[in-house]
């Protein structure tokens, strides 16, 4: 097990690591955010590919991410079988976990309005990670995100006039 404590990071090294554990994942993402810093967007491709190739990812945003702005700005995320979108109804934890072995757990960070971004490429951002993590570490991480999953409400793509909702309660 690789332990790296959190430090400041700046943007570009938080994007490389997120890059780099997307790609080695096998099996199953799951992605708790607040979108603050447009990561999901500004590594659309990637998340795409692992959205291809993995059977599961989960995608659960804090409560302070705009629902409606997500449906639009990331509605690309809906178009992949593997995606599951869920809303917390309370502000969460932001952690990216990737077949429950390895783990990028965000220091907490000031709250923002809905809607809010302040974060720039310049703010750095603290994360500690946890590599080749032991089963009995990393279950406490998947017990405590999928509490913070089974809390959250499905969110669906936005429909059309004429259309329904093709995501899927998970």
């Given at each position: ?32 955010t607040?979108?603050?810093?447009g ?25 302070s ?12 995320v ?49 994360n500690?990670?946890i ?8 279950r ?16 669906h793509?936005?429909s ?11």
């Open positions: 097990m690789i332990v790296k404590p959190a430090h400041d990071q700046p943007l570009a090294e938080v994007d490389s690591v997120i890059k780099s554990m997307l790609s080695d994942a096998k099996e199953w993402v799951q992605f708790s607040g979108l603050t810093s990561g999901l967007g500004r590594l659309r491709a990637d998340f795409e590919e692992c959205l291809k190739r993995i059977s599961s990812f989960q995608l659960l945003l804090d409560n991410v705009d629902e409606a702005s997500f449906r639009t700005g990331y509605d690309w809906f178009d992949h079988a593997s995606a599951q979108v869920k809303v917390s109804p309370i502000p969460i934890l932001h952690w990216l976990i990737v077949d429950g072995r390895n783990l990028r757990l965000e220091e907490p960070h000031a709250r923002q309005p809905p809607g809010v971004t302040v974060v720039t490429p310049d703010t750095p951002r603290s500690t990670l590599l080749d993590c032991d089963r009995s570490v990393a406490l991480y998947l017990d405590a995100f999928n509490v913070m999953w089974s809390n959250g409400r499905t969110l793509r936005a059309s006039p004429g259309t329904h909702s093709t995501a899927r309660d998970g």
